[in-house]
């Protein structure tokens, strides 16, 4: 789920690499050398959630085998969590469970005003004729198995998903006949031997053997029931559009479902201008995979055939390929510590000055919020007026901000606060395996939104400990609880609770991540505030710094922020701010943000307020000095801006800023120039108290600009 209006990790195998690149604003944080990691044989970080104190939840019913870590915050949670499954998107296809088996089928993708939709509607209905549940055996980053469980506990088959291909796979567990409620025939000539088709809303469906099987001849005479003996698999292919003209495209993506996926793996590397995700399918055979390649994908060609056609998703058309991995590129992005206040003039460092002093006695006269998303973003508000007051050479405000902070910073990560206090503290969740805030929000209880929450806590770690070897090392144990929690390579044991799960929000196929913990949800899980998980990242990428500088075990933790911050930023662009409006997807689509992504819709819409304002200050906020990636296109800045006001003349008379998010806004202008963000300056000035976001101050909001005024 999300977020609302005011609106990790530590030692680890896994990492990525240097990146150099240069974010204007203040001091790019030294990035570690360039390297290539890979997920396989990640270890775990060396933390104990145990050493918090342990408050039992119920999360209610959960369809996952013994041993597993419960997979909150991922594509596929609304099969394990809930009282029934919901449909799931492995993308292109969607897949539902059902009583008694399963179904599939190819969306029907349609654009229309602020929403782009194309839900679960199945096209073919599996039937195993009798009674099974559901149950996720197996996961990893792009393949799920899911056992149906007999009521006698008894396993009669499995359903092999694999996240980003048009193909589904069974596989009978004991004989048995399959009801399928449409018929298989004999596949037309060109098509190999064994191939079923039918054809469902005129696209062809292709019923492929895996591993050599005659799927054709497991049909009886109806061609609507499936014989398989035990251990035997078959795969459903959906025809794609549009193949090259005169290929063999689908006779290749046919003999190509007939390989098993078995699992996936995850590696990825950097360079100074960009860092690199591959992810890897392997087969029984080790021959390619049918996979898609996504519009944040776009470059992703080694050891792949691609241009087999396409298939429309909400996410953009997407082109199917024959692969044994997918590799694609991300530019790279550094972490950046305060702004660039270096070269203001004299009147405008004095107004700063005034300024600073000002917001400093408000937020030092007031008590920071005791929740963990709120609390957090008060003191990652506070670390960034610190910063401006030290560097603007204001040491006696500067001091009195950062023992405020350090204050509260040490309430926050002292292990046994809960046991003291009802509130500013975390606590362990053995069932979920999670850590959560005492005083929880917006369902932080259930798993949902913990990379917005957390990731404010390891920005102000970061910021505050970035010179401070003795506060690094003092608040480390719970800083780094909260870092596993989010971002863990490995997946984490915690005696005799549920582990914490490896990546447990980032989705590596699609580049982004998941907000909602249980997804309890028809169009599958989703993701609002795109800029928080950034910002979860970044603060991720500054509390590692601030580790190594201190000299704590660091083992990659520096270069795996770099690639989630990487990582992220690009599917940001991709799917909330600066998607490409000519895709034929977007053809109807009268919105130039969606600022609401899920697997079986995007939409202009946010969790809390109608307004177009916030639907485009969520995934700006906050604005810190990474926030740059934003500002690449200025062209699409203003035209998104031109949509949340109402008007293509941003600093016209009767423009008005006076709006939800207006200070994230005008630090959105501030990106398409000089000239604009020497104007946004001026309405900054103005702008009332109650459109500073709670997260930020109007220091900060003026020093951004000042830094990129004329």
Known sequence: MTRRPVAVLLAVVLAAAGCTTTEPGGDEAAGPAPTDRSLAGAQAPAVDPTALPTVEREPGPMRLADGLPPPTNR??????????????FPLPLAVGLTSTGFGYGLPDVRADGTLIAGGYAPQVQVDVGESVTGVVSRYDAATVDVDLVAEDDQVRGTVH?????????????TAQSLGLDRSFDDADAGLPDGVATAEVDARTHALVGVDGLDA???LDGSGSTLELGEGESVAWLVAPDDPAEGSAALPELVRAAGEAVEASTVSYATGTDDVTTTVGYETTSGGPAVAVRFPHQRDAVDDATCGLGSYATVLGTVDVCRATELSWRSPAREPVVGLELSDLGESARDELVEQVRADADRVLAETRPADTYFGGKALARDAELWTLARDLGMDDVAADLR??????????????GCEERPERCFTWEPTLGTVVGQATAFGSEEGNDHHFHYGYFLYAAGLLAAEDAELAEEVAPVVDLLAADVAAAADVPAGDGAPMPALRTLDVVMGHSWASGPSPFGDGNNQESASEAVAAWHGLALWADARAAAGLPDEGLTSQARWMLSLEAASARAYWTDFDR?????????????SLVWDGKRERATWFSAEPSAALGIVVLPVTGVSTYLGEDPARVHDNLAEALGTTDLWADDATWDVMFGDQ??????LMGPEEATAALEVARELPEDRIDDGSTRSWLMAWLHGRAE
Not at 582 to 594: I, K, N, Y
């Open 75 to 88: 594509w596929f949670s609304g099969l394990v969590f809930g009282d029934e499954p919901q449909p799931v």
């Open 161 to 173: 998903l694999t996240r980003g291909s048009p193909v589904v796979r069974y596989t009978a567990r």
């Open 216 to 218: 054709a001849g497991a």
């Open 403 to 416: 023992e405020s902070l350090l204050t509260d910073l040490r309430l926050w990560t002292d292990p046994d």
């Open 582 to 594: 000519s895709d034929p997807v977007a053809d109807g689509l009268q919105a130039d943000v969606t």
């Open 665 to 670: 806004l005008l630090m959105y202008a501030g």
